[in-house]
C-alpha cells in the first residue's frame, strides 16, 4: 500500500511498511524540488517515481535510499529511522543509480563477482547469474568491449541474487531492449509478491498491470 501525502497508517499497513518518508523537503541549488513530502511503501509494493527531468526523482531515490540528506523530514525502515540504523538498513537495501558503475578493465564475470562480494552476496552462481540477463558467452568479454546495454545487464545481474527487501532503482532501462525490460518487470512482480517492494524511476511506458504500480509523481517547481 502506498500512502502519498499522508502519514496515518492502518493496522494491517503498520505490520507490512517497509519504506516511509515522512515531511521530505528537498532544496537543490536554492531551488525546492519538493516540500513536506509524505510516502508510505509496503511489502509488495512496485512504485515509480514520476516527473520531468530536473523534477527532483534522483534527489528523492538519493534521500529514500539514505545517500543524501532532505532539508527537512527523515526517512524510515520499518519504524526507525535510517540513520539509527544504517547496517541493518543497508542489509535490506540494495541501490542501484542510473550509472552503472562497470568497469571496463575487468571482464563481465569478474564485474558481477566484484559486486556480490562488496554486497556480501556468495558469488558461487555468478555466472549463472549472467544467463539471466543474456550474457552467456561474454563471461570473459571485457567490459569495455560490451555494449551500454551489456554494461546495464551488468549491473542489474545483482537484483538475480538479492536478498534485500527494498530495492531502489534509478533508471534501471535505460538502454535495455524491449525483451530485457519485459523480463525485469517480471522480477519486480515476483520480488513484490516474495514481500518486497521496488521503488524506481523511469521515463518509459511500463507492462506492468496500473494496479500492481504506485506513482508519486513530482512536479518541477520553478523555486
Ligand atoms: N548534488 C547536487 N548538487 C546540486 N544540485 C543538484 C545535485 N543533484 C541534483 N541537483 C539539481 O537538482 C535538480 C533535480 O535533479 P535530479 O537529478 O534529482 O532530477 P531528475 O528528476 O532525476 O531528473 P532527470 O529526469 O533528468 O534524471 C536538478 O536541477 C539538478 O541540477
Redesign the pocket.
Known sequence: MLNLNSTTQDANQTDTCLLSAVNLTCI??E?M?FEQLNISISAGDIVQIE??????????LRILAGL?QPYEGAVYFQTENISQQRENFHENLLYLG?LPGVKGEMTALENLEFNLNLHGINNKNAERTLAEVSLLGFEDALASHLSAGQHRRIALARLWQSRAKIWILD?PFTAIDKLGVEKLEQLFLQHADNGGCVIL?T?QDLTIPPERMKKVT?AYRFY
Open positions: 537543490r541549488e531551488r524540488l516527473g520531468p527531468n530536473g523534477s527532483g526523482k534522483t534527489s528523492l543524501s542510473h533508471e524511476t521515463h513530482l
